[in-house]
Every structure is written in C-alpha cells, then in structure tokens.
C-alpha cells in the first residue's frame, strides 16, 4: 500500500501554502475592492493625481477598469486555489480519482483561459509606450508559453482523472 | 444477472462457513458476501483460483449461467 496520503508532507505543506495565497490574495481583493469603492467618490481627484505621471494621463474609467479586472483576477485566483485545495484533500483521504477531481481540474483550465483573456483586456487598457515594450518581451512571451502550457496540462489531467474515476468504479464491484 | 454464484451449495457440502472461506481465501468477508449474493460485477482469476482450491471444485461448479 502507498504512503501517499494523510502523512504525506508534501501535502501539509501544499496545503498550508495554498491557504497563505489565498489569504493573501482575498486580502489585496479586498484592498482593491476599497479602492474601487473610493473611487466613485470625491476622494477620485485625490487617488488620481497620486499615480505616477509616466503612466501618462488617468481617467477615472480607465483605472476603474484596471481595479476591477484585477479583483476579477485575484477571485479567479482564489477559485483555482480552492479547487486545487479540495483536490489535495481529496488525496488526503486516499480518494484522488474522483470525477469531481476531474470537474475541478477541467474548471481550472478555464480559469486560466479566463485569466489569460483578462491579462488581454489590461494589454488593452494599459496602452502606454512601456507597456507595449514589456508586452514584446521576452519574458512576457515566455510566460504567456507557460500559461498556455498550464492550461494544456490541467485540461490533459482532467481527461486523465476522469478516465481514473470511470476505471475506478469498474472495479468497484470486483472480487 | 445472468450469471448465477452458487457458494453456498460448495459451502454446505465442505461444511464450512463464510466467514472461514474469507480467511482462507484472503479476500475480506464483505467482499465474498457481495460475491454470494451475486452482487459482485466482476471476479478475479485469482479469487476463482483461492476458491476453487479451498472449496475443491471447478469454476464451472461454483458459477452458472441463467438465460434472461
């Protein structure tokens, strides 16, 4: 019988750095939240005239847009971490293959396209002249490799968890 | 089910019990109960093989087939 499980430490600690980003993450959500609030207040003149002027001119629409996809972000962050929680869990009593594993594995490939079609809208509204730069970067294409990677990969684990679950149930019933 | 387990003929002629057959066999008691009950979707060789040993006889006699 395989050690993996309730002991395994790789698990605790996935488990314990998972709950530390999500609390990080709900807590900047959160602090962007406060943000978006203020700014449909008359505080807006204020916060605008704080942001650095190399990003060129500020409108309020602009950087409301800005606040508001990036909580949409840190919610589609937390949604992947809460299932990537419950699949450790799911390990943790010896139960991996699990269509419902199969459902989270797929519902985190579309967080990520749903991600990366955010990260898009940012290109769009961030069009100064050292955004468009970065955007040909090097880096940035890398990582747009590796998300399209990740994405690849959760739904490829999907079919295999759910192609697990149904092998599972087949022999559920032998002697 | 068309396929029909008839252990507790076997049983009754080597005058043992279930919860015996489960231990000499290694398989556990709420497995061969499902196996008796003909709740079992699938059987082993193996299990065939431990069976057909402890209850000497061949798997013809422990299984049968009932037309639907």
Same mark, same amino acid.
């Given at each position: 019988m395989?050690?993996? &499980?309730?002991r $395994?430490?790789?698990?605790? *600690?996935?488990?314990?750095?998972?709950?530390? #980003?999500?609390v990080i993450?709900?807590?900047?959500?959160a602090?962007l939240?406060?943000?978006?609030?203020?700014?449909?207040?008359?505080?807006?003149e204020?916060m605008?005239a704080t942001?650095?002027?190399?990003?060129?001119p500020?409108?309020?629409?602009?950087v409301?847009?800005?606040?508001a996809?990036?909580?949409?972000?840190?919610?589609?962050a937390?949604?992947f971490?809460r %299932?990537?929680?419950?699949?450790? &869990?799911s390990?943790?009593k010896? =139960?991996?293959f %699990?269509?419902? =594993?199969?459902?989270r594995?797929?519902?985190? &490939?579309?967080?990520?396209?749903?991600?990366q079609?955010?990260?898009?809208f940012?290109?769009? *509204?961030a =069009?100064?002249?050292?955004?468009r730069?970065?955007?040909?970067?090097? %880096?940035?294409i890398?990582?747009?490799?590796s998300?399209?990677?990740?994405?690849?990969?959760l739904?490829?684990?999907?079919?295999v968890f759910?192609?697990?679950a149904?092998?599972?149930?087949?022999?559920?019933g032998?002697? | 089910?068309? #396929?029909t387990v008839?252990?507790d $003929?076997?049983l009754? %002629?080597k005058?043992?019990?279930l919860?015996?057959?489960?231990?000499?066999?290694?398989?556990?008691l709420? =497995?061969?109960s499902?196996?008796?009950? &003909?709740?079992?979707?699938?059987?082993?060789?193996s299990?065939?093989h431990?069976? +057909?040993?402890e209850l000497? +006889?061949?798997p013809g006699d422990?299984l049968?087939?009932a037309p639907?």
């Amino acid at each position: 019988m395989s050690t993996i &499980g309730r002991r $395994d430490p790789l698990l605790a *600690i996935s488990r314990v750095l998972i709950g530390a #980003i999500v609390v990080i993450f709900a807590f900047c959500a959160a602090l962007l939240a406060f943000a978006f609030v203020a700014l449909m207040t008359p505080l807006r003149e204020n916060m605008l005239a704080t942001l650095p002027a190399h990003l060129g001119p500020a409108t309020s629409g602009a950087v409301g847009s800005v606040l508001a996809l990036l909580i949409a972000m840190l919610v589609i962050a937390i949604l992947f971490m809460r %299932d990537l929680l419950r699949i450790v &869990g799911s390990v943790e009593k010896r =139960n991996p293959f %699990d269509s419902l =594993n199969a459902d989270r594995l797929r519902r985190m &490939g579309w967080l990520t396209v749903l991600t990366q079609v955010i990260l898009l809208f940012l290109g769009g *509204i961030a =069009n100064t002249g050292s955004y468009r730069q970065a955007i040909l970067a090097e %880096d940035a294409i890398v990582t747009a490799i590796s998300a399209l990677l990740l994405t690849l990969i959760l739904f490829i684990l999907a079919r295999v968890f759910r192609l697990g679950a149904a092998m599972r149930d087949e022999l559920e019933g032998t002697v | 089910m068309a #396929i029909t387990v008839k252990l507790d $003929d076997r049983l009754h %002629d080597k005058r043992m019990t279930l919860t015996e057959l489960a231990e000499r066999v290694d398989i556990t008691l709420a =497995n061969l109960s499902i196996l008796k009950t &003909g709740k079992a979707k699938a059987i082993r060789f193996s299990t065939l093989h431990a069976l +057909c040993r402890e209850l000497d +006889c061949q798997p013809g006699d422990l299984l049968g087939y009932a037309p639907d």
